[in-house]
């Protein structure tokens, strides 16, 4: 099985994800970049962050030490979200970065991603490379040539200046709650919401190294709901634990994944005529209601496999400036290559506060079909492509849709499971389809 999924490499962090994999993840990085000549003529320089997990300490150190000893200088930004390393990396001209989080994903387990120059994830095919050359021989740098660690202290500074300077207008009046997920957006988030003008109240903002997305975040919403609407917020903004994504929740207590998400700013940049070809890129999950609704505007929808990466791909490949994922990962080619929590909130609430609308008028033209997600665990996720009787039975749910909803069943790129997907014009017929095949994956992949 591939240790690279779709973003980055993932497990339990001293029990998959170990301090020595990660010298030699880091060791053949320096390998593969530098043989392709990412670091010639010239000290290559590398940006290292991570969130708020506890085994974050211990990985870094090993990566730290594998690059320096790979003979590449090390800047520590500590803390920052995934985001922020894109964009140091971009800013400070280095030769790549590396971000230590598993996102979304629970406390005992962490993530290593890598970024190129320039700000961008690493291409599948060089992910490929460093797994294969993991653990090979090699010819050690000695004296001068060996990599030193400096602590880069400002990044965070510089990393919220940017973000400001992306917005025109204040938001000055608007109610904001945050929900940092007790991970890496609780030390930059409010600060820049409050910078941009905002009344601002942080949630599950304490890190304490082992509460990232413990019952917080935009994997639970129910205290960030409860809070925007009894205190009569406008607006409540869920991060996850790296805070390269976001929903939103409306004053009314309704939840606004990235479906709307882009439906909002694709129908702003439209008017502005800043909407490069007048389409978005989505995914394979994204919502036939959003679809619908771009279509109605005259917008076309772009889809692509589940993953940011494969949303960039496209974007970059035709030139579009707009695309996402239901999820939450945005990507704005006028700002970032890669999707930003933050800069998303930010860029919605700035539409809030100059057209004077609430994110229920924002929302209003866009009527989501009714969508059943089942995740299956504890199976052998990958024998799906290759189960006959479970392509067949989707192929007669389709049928019994008959172009009123469709399905969709796909491996998890950062997790051992399988997610059912079943969208239709009925919730009930939709669920009923989502639970016969859920529990038909059960029996066949277990």
């Keep these: 099985m591939a240790l690279f999924g779709t973003d980055g490499v ?60 790979a003979g590449i200088d090390v800047y520590q930004v500590g803390i920052l979200p995934t985001p922020a390393i894109s964009y140091l990396v971009k800013e400070s001209n280095a030769d790549l970065g590396v971000m230590i989080s598993a996102s979304h994903n629970p406390m005992p387990d962490n993530g290593i991603k890598f970024f190129a120059k320039g700000g961008d994830k690493l291409a599948d095919s060089l992910e490929a490379q460093i797994e294969a050359r993991l653990g090979e021989p090699w010819d050690r740098p000695v004296g001068l040539n060996v990599g030193r660690i400096i602590k880069d202290d400002g990044a965070k ?51 304490t190294g082992w509460n990232i997305n413990e019952n917080c975040g935009s994997t639970h919403l129910d205290n960030l709901i409860n809070k925007v609407v009894t205190s009569g917020a406008d607006i409540g903004i869920a991060h996850d634990g790296d805070a390269d994504r976001c929903l939103l929740i409306s004053e009314k207590g309704e939840i606004i994944d990235g479906d709307f998400i882009l439906n909002i700013l694709a129908n702003t940049w439209l008017t502005k005529g800043k909407l490069n070809k007048k389409t978005v890129v989505g995914t394979v999950m994204s919502n036939l209601g959003f679809i619908k609704s771009m279509e109605a505007l005259g917008i076309k929808v772009e889809k692509t496999a589940v993953g940011d990466r494969y949303v960039l791909e496209k974007m970059l490949e035709n030139d579009y400036s707009l695309g996402g994922e239901q999820s939450g990962h945005i990507i704005m080619r006028d700002f970032s290559n890669t999707g930003d929590g933050l800069l998303t909130a930010l860029q919605v609430m700035q539409v809030m506060s100059s057209s004077n609308q609430t994110l229920t008028q924002l929302t209003s033209n866009l009527k989501k079909y009714p969508q059943v997600l089942i995740n299956v665990k504890e199976i052998k996720k990958e024998k799906l492509a290759s189960s006959k009787v479970i392509r067949d039975a989707v192929d007669a749910a389709e049928k019994e849709l008959a172009g009123t909803g469709r399905v969709l069943l796909r491996s998890s790129g950062t997790e051992s499971l399988v997610r059912v997907m079943v969208e239709a014009n009925e919730l009930p017929i939709a669920q009923k389809i989502a639970e016969s095949l859920a529990q038909l994956v059960r029996s066949e992949l277990k």
Excluded: M, W
């Design 157 to 207: 500074d510089r990393y919220i200046a940017y973000l400001l300077a992306t917005i025109s207008n204040k938001l000055t009046g608007l109610r904001v709650i945050v929900d940092c997920a007790n991970g890496a957006s609780s030390f930059v988030a409010p600060t820049v919401y409050e910078r941009a003008g905002a009344n601002v109240t942080a949630i599950s903002a304490s890190p």
């Design 10 to 69: 993932r497990g339990v962090a001293n029990i998959d994800l170990t301090a020595e994999l990660a010298v030699d993840l880091a060791v053949a990085a320096a390998h593969v970049l530098g043989e392709i000549g990412v670091f010639a003529g010239h000290r290559p320089k590398a940006i290292v962050g991570q969130d708020s997990r506890a085994s974050g300490d211990f990985l870094e150190s090993a990566i730290v030490a594998g690059l320096t000893s």
